[in-house]
C-alpha cells in the first residue's frame, strides 16, 4: 500500500481512511435562522408541508413582495405569468379581436398547472378531467382549472422574455435562453438557504429524451433514450443539493487548454463555484452567499478525466477523484505499468489479482513562492477488478491500502453476504459518486410529464423535477433533527410528499395566505 509522507488538509482529505470514508466538517448545513425567517415552524414540519420546501427553491410571489427582510431569492412563478401573457398578446396576439383570446395568466393558476401535471398519473393528462374514466378522473384537478384553461396555458406559456431572444448567429446567442431560468432559480435559492456548504461534490451529467434538433439536443450514446439534452450538475455527493449546472451543447467559446469536452465543462463549474469560497472576489450584483470555507473535492467520471484537468484543479487547491480512461492514463509513465486492458477473460488468475495491492503511482507538484498556483498531489490507482480499473485524483488520498468490505442482500434467513476487495481510491470513488444517478432515479418517481411540440418544455420539465426533488430532500434534513431539533419528525416516504404537495398545489389559493408574498397576490 502507500500512505502520504505529510498529510495534511490541503493535499488530501485529512481525516478519511478504511473505516471513515467522510470525516466530520465535511457535511453540508442548511441555515435554521434564515429558514424560520422564511416560515419554517414545527407545525409545518409535522404537517409535512410540503409546498413550502418547494416554493422556497420556487418561489410563487416575486420575492421582492415577499414581506420578508433582505428575501435575495430569484422568482420564477410571478415572472413566468408575466412573460407568458407578453407572448399571449404580443407574438400571438390572443387580444380577442380575431382568433382565440387568451385571458391573463396570473402566478397562483401556473402553480395549480404544475400540480395537475404531477397528479397525473395517465399517458394521456386529459384523462384526469374524464369522469368516465374512473381510474384516472381526479376530482380535485377537475375543480381547481378546465383541461381547456390548462391547454391554453401550455400553449401560451413562456419562461423568458419573448422579444429579447436572440437568433443563433447573433452575438451572445444563448441556446439555453427559453428554459433556463428553472434551473438558475433553483441553483440560486438552494444556495440562499445553506450556511455552510459540503465539502463533497459530484460532478455528472443528467439527461432528458427528446426528439427535436434544437440546439441543446443531439444524439445520446450509452443513455435509455437514443436522443436528448444533457446538462452537466455538480451536487452535493450525500444530499444532492444543486451548487451549480452548465449545459451541454456546442455553443461556448472554445477553450484551447480544454478541446476535449467534459474537462472544459468542469472548467466552467469550477468558474462558476469560485465566487462561492469564504472570501473571494464576487462580481457586482451577485447576491449567492459565500458558503464554502475550503476548495472542495470533486468525484467525476471518465468523460471528463485528463492531465490537464487534475493540474487545474491541483493548481486552485481543489481536490478531486475520478475513474481514468484508458486513452488518458498519465503522460510520462509506460503504459504498461497500468491495468489497461479491457477484454481480459476472467479466471482464477485474475480474480486471484483483485486480491493483490493496487499500483499507485504518486506525483508530489511543488511552485515556487509568489507565483499564485498551489502545491499538490496527484496520485493514480490502478487495480484488476472484473476489469481494469484506473482512478486518477489529486490531493483527495491520504492512504491507499488493500482491504475487504463485507456486502449484504436480502433479510433474515434469505440474507446472503459475501466480501469484495476494497482500496481507499474505489471506496471514495463509489460513496461519493452516485448523487447524480441517485437524483436522476428520483426524477422517474416525481413523473414530470406531458406532450408538447415545444421542444423547451422537456428540460423544463427536467428542471421541476429535480426542484421537487431537492425539496424533499432539505425536509428531511430538517426532519432529522440537525438543523433544529424542535423540527425533529418522523419523515414521510418519498411518494406521500409528493401526493402531499400535488393536492396542495391544485388546492392552492394565494388568499389563504400560507407562503411569502401571497398576502400581495
Keep these: 500500500g502507500w500512505k502520504h509522507p505529510n498529510p495534511t488538509k490541503f493535499n488530501c482529505r485529512l481525516g478519511s481512511d478504511m473505516n471513515t470514508v467522510f470525516p466530520e466538517g465535511r457535511e453540508v448545513q442548511l441555515d435554521a435562522v434564515y429558514l424560520k425567517k422564511m ?9 409535512c408541508d410540503a409546498l413550502f420546501f418547494y416554493q422556497l427553491l420556487v418561489p410563487i410571489a416575486n420575492p421582492a413582495f415577499s414581506g420578508i427582510k433582505d428575501d435575495m431569492r430569484m422568482g420564477y412563478y410571478e415572472e413566468v405569468a408575466n412573460n407568458t401573457n407578453q407572448y399571449a398578446y404580443g407574438f400571438k396576439q390572443r387580444g380577442g379581436t380575431r382568433g382565440h383570446s ?23 393528462i386529459g384523462d384526469c378531467w374524464l369522469k368516465n374514466q374512473s381510474n384516472t378522473y381526479d376530482r380535485e384537478v377537475a375543480e381547481s382549472m378546465r383541461f381547456r384553461r390548462w391547454i391554453d396555458i401550455k400553449t401560451c406559456m413562456k419562461q423568458n422574455v419573448y422579444f429579447q431572444e436572440k437568433k443563433r448567429g447573433d452575438e451572445g446567442y444563448d441556446p439555453t435562453q427559453k428554459y433556463r431560468l428553472i434551473w438558475d432559480v433553483i441553483c440560486h435559492n438552494m444556495n440562499q438557504m445553506i450556511l455552510v456548504g459540503g465539502l463533497d461534490l459530484t460532478g455528472d ?47 461556448f467559446p472554445k477553450n484551447k487548454d480544454f478541446t476535449a469536452s467534459g474537462p472544459a465543462e468542469i472548467v466552467r463549474l469550477v468558474e462558476i463555484i469560485e465566487p462561492l469560497m469564504v472570501g473571494a472576489h464576487k462580481e457586482e ?15 467525476m467520471d471518465n468523460y471528463f478525466s485528463g492531465d490537464n484537468i487534475l493540474k487545474y484543479l491541483g493548481e486552485r487547491g481543489y481536490k478531486a477523484t475520478m475513474t481514468c480512461r484508458r486513452d488518458r492514463l498519465p503522460e510520462g509513465v509506460p503504459k504498461t505499468a497500468f491495468h489497461f486492458m479491457k477484454g481480459v477473460k476472467v479466471d482464477h488468475r485474475t480474480r486471484v489479482a483483485r486480491f493483490e495491492q493496487p499500483v499507485v503511482a504518486v506525483k508530489h507538484v511543488t511552485h515556487p513562492t509568489g507565483s499564485g498556483k498551489k502545491d499538490y498531489t496527484l496520485t493514480h490507482v490502478s487495480f484488476q477488478s472484473t476489469g481494469g480499473t484506473n ?47 441517485k437524483i436522476d432515479q428520483a426524477l422517474i418517481n416525481w413523473r414530470v410529464t406531458y406532450r408538447s411540440w415545444r421542444w423547451w418544455h422537456a428540460p423544463m420539465r427536467h428542471g421541476k423535477a429535480i426542484a421537487m426533488s431537492m425539496a424533499y430532500q432539505i425536509y428531511l434534513q430538517c426532519a432529522e433533527g440537525g438543523v433544529d431539533p424542535e423540527w425533529k419528525v418522523r419523515p414521510v416516504s418519498g411518494p406521500m410528499f409528493k401526493h402531499k404537495m400535488s393536492l396542495q398545489m391544485v388546492t392552492y389559493k394565494a388568499k389563504n395566505v ?8
Design 514 to 521: 400560507r407562503y411569502p408574498g401571497d398576502e400581495k397576490m
Design 285 to 299: 450584483g451577485d447576491t449567492r452567499r459565500q458558503i464554502f470555507h475550503e476548495p472542495v473535492h470533486i468525484t
Design 391 to 437: 482512478i486518477s485524483s489529486v490531493n483527495a488520498l491520504s492512504e491507499n491500502v488493500l482491504y475487504v468490505k463485507e456486502r449484504k442482500k436480502g433479510r433474515g434467513e434469505q440474507q446472503r453476504r459475501w466480501a469484495i476487495e476494497m482500496c481507499n481510491a474505489r471506496d471514495l470513488y463509489l460513496k461519493n459518486y452516485s448523487a447524480v444517478d
Design 205 to 251: 451529467e443528467t439527461s432528458w429524451p427528446n426528439s427535436s434538433y434544437a440546439d441543446v439536443h443531439s444524439n445520446l450514446i450509452g443513455k435509455k433514450t437514443d436522443k436528448g439534452g444533457q446538462h452537466v450538475l455538480l451536487l452535493d455527493a450525500r444530499r444532492r443539493y444543486m451548487y451549480a449546472w452548465t449545459p451541454r451543447h456546442s455553443f
Design 39 to 47: 416560515g419554517l415552524t414545527k407545525k409545518r414540519m409535522e404537517d
Design 102 to 124: 387568451f385571458f391573463p395568466v396570473v402566478a397562483e393558476e401556473l402553480v395549480i398547472w404544475d400540480g395537475i401535471v404531477i397528479r397525473n398519473l395517465s399517458d394521456n
